[in-house]
Structure formats: structure tokens, C-alpha cells
């Protein structure tokens, strides 16, 4: 059985769970002003949100997962409307276990009961292609078992990724968003930075934090007020709050290795308690900035995709040239009337 909570030496009430990375046991109250106080705090160290700016237009990019749609209902929570804050699913396409079906719903009602304005975009609308569609361009690959002439298949998740940054800083950058909001939490940025050090991706790593303010034209800065919240936590605030979420996983995301990354993380934490939390704060403390010196400044030049008129440091934005190429394998693997 678990003691009294120790959030305040005179609570009375017994925990009902432990924080992760310190084990102080803490009744649901005090963990969840515990987490709601850190998101807080992240936001006004960081300065992730300015309120002296009456044009503040916050876009929380939802997916219906746990982390967004308890990002959502925090910050609705912590500053109740003073920020205006509008929400928007990308729907991607992804039909096995109703994927992508059910998590729009589930993003939908969130708002509707917050009373947040909800936006939907689908990327076949605009690219004329889906993950379901990039799947099967996957299948293919992987059967064949050999590079195309035209590079390899970086797998389902990383397209998928690509393509929501890319319709996420669209769609607000269109619409006069100020920033952009995601659920990214401490493992996902733990995991990511751990991967980028593998393949020594400095100026990924040089990027890494709470949030990419950014001057360039056309790319709408990025906050991640979930930047020092265990995904563990997490689980337990939406569990406790009762945030509704979409507990399915999605079925292209097995496997990845940057799940197994981060299933490697989650074992490391087992006997370095607080592992991930040090690491990242002392990478944003010591390393960020001198990683960051080092850069040598050689994307410059901006200017407009000559497709889709988005920023960029080349002719052709990345995802106009990934679009390209995906369209092209999948026209060859459609069936000819
Ligand atoms: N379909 C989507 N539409 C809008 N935003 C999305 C979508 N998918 C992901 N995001 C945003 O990107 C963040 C990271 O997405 P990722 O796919 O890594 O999911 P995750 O870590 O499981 O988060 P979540 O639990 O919110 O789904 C999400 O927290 C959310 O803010």
C-alpha cells in the first residue's frame, strides 16, 4: 500500500501513485497541479507563449493521442482563454484499426467540450496520396529488398512525420498563427536526441528544445510545453484528469527503431532513476549552445518552393521533392486499365 502523500509534509491524504523519476509518493491532487505547475513552469522559462502580445495565436496541433489532447486540456486549464489557442487534426489516411477515423473523433469532441475552435485538414486532398497509399509503397520496397534508383524507404512514420510538420506550419502560417503547439514529451525528445547522436547529427542536435523560434520567413515557431513531462506522467495525468484519447497504436508504427530506441531508454531509466530528465537538461544547459556555435551558417539563402511557394533553402522544398518521388512509386505500383 502506498504512504500519505509527501507533495506538502501536512497533506492528509494518502497517494495514489509515485512521481517516476524521484518516487515521492503523491495523492491525485498534488499530481496534478504537480504536472500542470512544471508545464507552467516550462512555458515562462522558455518564454513559450508571450501574453503581453494581444496578436498571441496559439495552433495545438492535435492528433487525439494522449500527449496533445492532454497538452489541450492543460493549457485550456492553466490560463482559461487568456491566449487564444484553435486546435487542428491532420488526417492522414490510416485505416487499419480505424486509425485515423477514430483519432479525428476523438480530437473533434475534445474541443467541442473545451470549447477550443477544431480544424481538419487530409493530406490526400492536397498530395493526392495517404500513409495507407506510402504503406504500400513500403510493402513493395521491403519485398524487393533493395534500394530504388531513386533512394531509399525511410519508413511509414518518418513520411508521416514529415508530411504533418509540413501541413501543421501550412496551415498556420496561412491562418496568422503565432505558434505552433505539440505534445512532444520528455521521452519522445530523449529518444530523439539519443538517435541524432547515434548517426552524430549535429545540427539536429543543435535544434533539439522546448522550442525552435525561428525569424525565417514561412516557418511558424514550434513550442513543446510537454518538454519536461515524462511520457509515464503523462499517462498517469490523463488516466487521473480523465482526458479522453485514442488509446490504439498505430499499426505502420511497430517496430520502428526509434521505438526500440526508446523501449532501450525506458530500461536504462530502470536503474538510472531521472536518466533522461538529466540528460536533456543538461544538454539544453551545456552542450545546446556550443553544438550550436559550431554550426557553420551555410543555409542562408531563403527562398520560395517553386512548387508550393513555402520557404526554403533550395528550388524545391524537401517536401514538395519527397512528394514528387512518392507520387511517382506509387502511379508504378496502381493498377494499368
Ligand atoms: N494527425 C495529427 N494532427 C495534428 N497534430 C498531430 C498529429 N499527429 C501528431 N501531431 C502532433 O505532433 C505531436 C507528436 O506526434 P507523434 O506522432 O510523435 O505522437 P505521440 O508522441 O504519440 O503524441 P500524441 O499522444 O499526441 O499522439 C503530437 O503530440 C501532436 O501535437
Known sequence: MLPRCKFYHDCKSNAVTVVPYSKMPVCKHHFLTYIQDRVQKTIKDHALIDFENPQEKILVGLSGGKDSQTLLTI????????????ALYVEVGIT?????????IVARSLCE?????FHTLTIKDDMGLDIDDIHQIGERSRKRGRRSKKGRFRGECSYCGLVKRYYINKFAYENGFTKVATGHNLTDEATQLVSNFFSVDMEMMSRAGPTTITDVKGLVPRI???????????IMYSYYAKVEHLGTQCAYAVDSPMMNV???????????RGNMMNMVKK??????????ETIPEVKKVEAECTECGMTTYLKICSFCKTKHRLQDQFSKIQPRN
Request: charged share 30%.
Open 75 to 86: 493549457l485550456d486549464q492553466v490560463f482559461q482563454k487568456k491566449v487564444q489557442m484553435e
Open 96 to 104: 487499419p484499426k480505424n486509425y485515423s477515423r477514430d483519432s479525428g
Open 113 to 117: 467540450k473545451l470549447n477550443i475552435p
Open 224 to 234: 513543446k510545453p510537454l518538454y519536461y513531462i515524462y511520457e509515464q506522467e503523462l
Open 262 to 272: 526508446k523501449g532501450s531508454l525506458i530500461e536504462i531509466e530502470k536503474f538510472r
Open 283 to 292: 544538454f539544453q544547459q551545456k552542450l545546446k549552445h556550443i553544438l550550436f
